[in-house]
């Protein structure tokens, strides 16, 4: 397994997440075990091999983090998407923007560049064009105006 399929299982966790009133430890309790992954395996590859220590830590990182901070990755979201209510914002959407989000507020060995580009891979799997897009401008727009002295 490699980081990005790392953050590709931490944007699937974000967004169960958004339909669940566990905390983003019980998800993990119950879904980043070698038993949960072999059940997944059979529908997606992604989970065909079971994460090594420094992988799990960075699901684990992602996860908590997106699940500690979800109201105010919330608000970055709605503050950059101009012209669009939150609660219209794709779900799958708002994971991957989230996940993205808090790399990039908390976790400085990420470049932004990287973050921004491995969530528009990611989305290009889950959502339609204009979503990708979508995705990709309230990312840029977040990092210009809340980092500038990243860009």
């Known amino acids: ?28 309790d119950r879904e980043l075990t070698p038993e949960a992954f072999a059940g997944r395996s ?27 901070c979800g109201a105010e990755l919330d608000g970055y979201i709605d503050k950059y998407a101009k012209g669009w209510k939150f609660s219209r914002i794709d779900r799958v959407a708002s994971a991957i923007m989230r996940v993205t989000m808090y790399e990039i507020l908390y976790m400085p060995d990420i470049p932004n560049k990287v973050a921004i580009n491995e969530a528009v891979e990611i989305s290009k799997k889950y959502v339609d064009e204009d979503i990708v897009k979508f995705i990709n401008g309230i990312l840029g727009s977040f990092v210009r105006a809340e980092l500038p002295e990243q860009e």
């Open 42 to 68: 059979q529908d997606e590859r992604m989970y065909a091999q079971f994460p090594d220590e420094g992988e799990r830590s960075y699901i684990e990182t992602l996860v908590k983090g997106v699940g500690s």
């Open 1 to 28: 397994m490699n980081r990005s399929t790392a953050r590709e299982i931490a944007v699937h966790f974000a967004f169960e997440l958004l339909f669940s009133d566990e905390t983003a430890q019980e998800l993990l």
